[in-house]
């Protein structure tokens, strides 16, 4: 990594003892997490501190979350603006639905009153175009994620296109998968999609079957 090749030198500990006059001291331990214990280096650095500090404050302790709290911050802040410009994405798609479910039903508008003469309930006929839209709309959803994954997948193995080191920290683009996520994606979309589905048809109840009928004699 860049920040360590620029910042530091790895030297026998003895040596740097030696070198700086320290016999059989440190000015600093490094302990590193293993698991699930990473996630809680918050908690282990305050605990560590409270009880080695019981009787003395001689010792001051980090976690890695300390060291890096500014770019954790800004990754919290971006994920928040990338997940609500995609809402907005989302909610522009939805008009769409809602054009599309409304010039649909005006097409079929003498099939509708066909079918409303011969009996067919409207709520059926809601039934019927709501499964439609989201139908759709799973499809569009699962092919996204899909292409989302595969697309995260491309960038984390891929070494061709590769960043510069010096400037980004890293060469490359790695993507952590979350199951929670994804789900929680697919349920916020598939719920736009239904309310947007909705509205138009609303326009289904104001239809009279007398009028329609004449219209098309």
Do not use: C
């Not at 302990?31 to 809680?40: N, Q, R, Y």
């Not at 908690?43 to 404050?57: G, I, P, V």
């Not at 994954?149 to 891929?158: A, M, V, Y």
Request: avoid cysteine.
């Amino acid at each position: 990594m860049y920040e360590y090749d620029d910042q530091f030198a790895f030297i026998n500990l003895s040596s740097a003892q030696e070198f700086f006059s320290m016999d059989q001291e440190y000015t600093m331990l490094e302990v590193a997490l293993v698991g699930s214990a990473i996630e809680h280096a918050d908690y282990l650095s305050y605990k560590w501190e409270r009880e080695l500090n019981a009787e003395s404050y001689e010792y001051q302790i980090s976690s890695w979350v300390d060291f890096n709290g500014n770019l954790f911050t800004l990754l919290e802040l971006e994920k928040w603006v990338i997940f609500i410009i995609l809402s907005f994405l989302i909610l522009i798609a939805s008009f769409n639905v809602i054009s599309n479910v409304t010039a649909s039903i005006l097409e079929r508008k003498q099939d509708l009153g066909i079918l409303q003469a011969f009996g067919t309930s409207r709520s059926l006929i809601r039934k019927i175009f709501l499964s439609k839209s989201l139908i759709l709309a799973g499809i569009g959803v699962f092919t996204g994620l899909l292409l989302g994954i595969l697309t995260g997948i491309i960038l984390s193995e891929q070494k061709i296109f590769l960043l510069q080191a010096d400037v980004y920290f890293l060469e490359k683009i790695y993507v952590k998968f979350s199951f929670f996520n994804n789900f929680l994606i697919a349920l916020i979309s598939m719920l736009m999609v239904l309310l947007a589905s909705l509205i138009p048809l609303k326009k289904i109840s104001k239809m009279q079957i007398t009028d329609i009928l004449r219209d098309h004699i």
